[in-house]
């Protein structure tokens, strides 16, 4: 810490030595006196100044006793009656030991952005790193206290900070882990994905792809009744597909078939179908078990009449025999209008010879 005992009169550079480190600071100082001081007004006179030497006195003294929080107080008074660079420094440094880490590192970069001199500058570069691994560290593990009490919001919150400060891997982990337990699906997946990315070959890899693989399922899912709830049946089946994929469980392979049913996909309906009845058991899924039961029957028939040649299908003799009926009609018909009608007029009816046309089909 810097020597408290100068007057801020001649506001020089500061002696930089600090005592030697305590085994036991006691708790940490509330952040609210580590914090930066407004200064108050007439604070370059000769009587503020002099007001401010005896607060850093103070400081100095409780400092020197450990009593890192009335050190603190004084120093922000100080700072209020005398705004000096130096004080401001001393403040860090106190809250430093006092273990107001997240505090004492705000502070360092104030200092530092102030533009001291050297010296000081130096300092502040050495603690600032250090200070950010501590912070973000107590931050991160505030995430998991926050996350075993349910309050994902907050323990997202205070991971994504301890990233900030420190880029380790681990942080994006509870990130994710927020997100996942939170129900917020999709984000969960970009940060599982950022975690891959950041920390290869760490031994958390397969816990985060199992999530990954559930997580891309349960969004595949939802998509699927998205469309079903809008007739899409094929993109539907897609999307059911996709989720299979990405976590092969039967509920999916039977969402796959009633989607191709209702898409007329007969073939890829029958075989999911099948698939979905092979790989469970009684009593499981019996709703689902005795609707695929039930439909395999009438889908197997219509892929059997689907194959049929078309002479062969029941439809086409029905429509060959209304066509055969129609043109027998209208011969017949033609013939009776003919048969009522003289082609030469004055010869008698019983001269003429009518022709009836003979209809022939082959078989």
Same mark, same amino acid.
């Given at each position: 810490?810097?020597?408290?005992?100068?007057?801020?009169?001649?506001?020089?550079?500061?002696?930089?030595?600090?005592?030697?480190?305590?085994?036991?600071?006691?708790?940490?100082?509330?952040?609210?006196? &580590?914090?930066?001081?407004?200064?108050?007004?007439?604070?370059?006179?000769?009587?503020?100044?002099?007001?401010?030497?005896?607060?850093?006195?103070?400081?100095?003294?409780?400092?020197?006793?450990?009593?890192?929080?009335?050190?603190?107080?004084?120093?922000?008074?100080?700072?209020?009656?005398?705004?000096?660079?130096?004080?401001?420094?001393?403040?860090?440094?106190? &809250?430093?030991?006092?273990?107001?880490?997240?505090?004492?590192?705000?502070?360092?970069?104030?200092?530092?952005?102030?533009?001291?001199?050297?010296?000081?500058?130096?300092? &502040?570069?050495?603690?600032?790193?250090?200070?950010?691994?501590?912070?973000?560290?107590?931050?991160?593990?505030?995430?998991?206290?926050?996350?075993?009490?349910?309050?994902?919001?907050?323990?997202?919150?205070?991971?994504?900070?301890?990233?900030?400060?420190?880029?380790?891997?681990?942080?994006?982990?509870?990130?994710?882990?927020?997100?996942?337990?939170?129900?917020?699906?999709?984000?969960?997946?970009?940060?599982? %994905?950022?975690?891959?990315?950041?920390?290869?070959?760490?031994?958390?890899?397969?816990?985060?792809?199992?999530?990954?693989?559930?997580?891309?399922?349960?969004?595949?899912?939802?998509?699927?009744?998205?469309?079903?709830?809008?007739?899409?049946?094929?993109?539907?089946?897609?999307?059911?597909?996709?989720?299979?994929?990405? %976590?092969?469980?039967?509920?999916?392979?039977?969402?796959?078939?009633?989607?191709?049913?209702?898409?007329?996909?007969?073939?890829?309906?029958?075989?999911?179908?099948?698939?979905?009845?092979?790989?469970?058991?009684?009593?499981?899924?019996?709703?689902?078990?005795?609707?695929?039961?039930?439909?395999?029957?009438?889908?197997?028939?219509?892929?059997?009449?689907?194959?049929?040649?078309?002479?062969?299908?029941?439809?086409?003799?029905?429509?060959?025999?209304?066509?055969?009926?129609?043109?027998?009609?209208?011969?017949?018909?033609?013939?009776?209008?003919?048969?009522?009608?003289?082609?030469?007029?004055?010869?008698?009816?019983?001269?003429?010879?009518?022709?009836?046309?003979?209809?022939?089909?082959?078989?």
């Amino acid at each position: 810490m810097a020597s408290l005992s100068s007057g801020v009169a001649n506001a020089g550079p500061q002696d930089t030595h600090e005592p030697a480190p305590q085994t036991s600071p006691g708790p940490a100082i509330p952040s609210e006196f &580590c914090t930066k001081p407004t200064a108050k007004a007439g604070a370059s006179d000769k009587s503020a100044q002099k007001s401010a030497r005896a607060f850093l006195l103070s400081a100095k003294k409780a400092y020197d006793e450990n009593n890192y929080l009335e050190s603190a107080k004084a120093l922000q008074k100080a700072y209020e009656t005398s705004p000096q660079v130096e004080t401001l420094f001393n403040l860090a440094q106190t &809250c430093r030991e006092g273990s107001a880490t997240r505090a004492a590192l705000k502070l360092y970069e104030e200092v530092l952005a102030s533009d001291p001199d050297d010296n000081i500058a130096a300092e &502040c570069k050495r603690h600032i790193p250090t200070l950010k691994v501590e912070a973000a560290a107590q931050l991160d593990k505030q995430a998991k206290e926050q996350l075993a009490q349910k309050d994902t919001a907050k323990a997202q919150a205070l991971a994504e900070e301890a990233f900030k400060l420190d880029g380790k891997p681990l942080y994006v982990f509870h990130m994710a882990e927020a997100q996942r337990i939170g129900g917020q699906h999709r984000e969960a997946i970009l940060s599982y %994905e950022r975690y891959l990315n950041l920390a290869t070959g760490e031994e958390r890899q397969p816990e985060v792809l199992g999530h990954l693989s559930h997580l891309r399922a349960m969004d595949e899912e939802r998509r699927a009744e998205e469309h079903t709830r809008a007739g899409e049946h094929t993109q539907a089946m897609a999307a059911w597909q996709a989720a299979y994929r990405s %976590e092969p469980r039967p509920i999916y392979t039977f969402r796959i078939a009633e989607s191709a049913r209702q898409a007329g996909s007969t073939g890829e309906a029958i075989a999911s179908y099948q698939r979905f009845l092979r790989d469970t058991h009684p009593p499981d899924y019996s709703t689902e078990r005795k609707s695929a039961e039930d439909n395999l029957p009438q889908l197997q028939k219509e892929l059997q009449d689907q194959k049929k040649p078309i002479y062969k299908r029941w439809w086409f003799w029905t429509i060959i025999g209304g066509a055969a009926a129609g043109i027998g009609a209208g011969i017949a018909a033609g013939v009776i209008a003919g048969q009522n009608q003289r082609l030469l007029p004055g010869v008698d009816d019983s001269n003429y010879r009518v022709l009836m046309p003979q209809l022939s089909i082959h078989y």
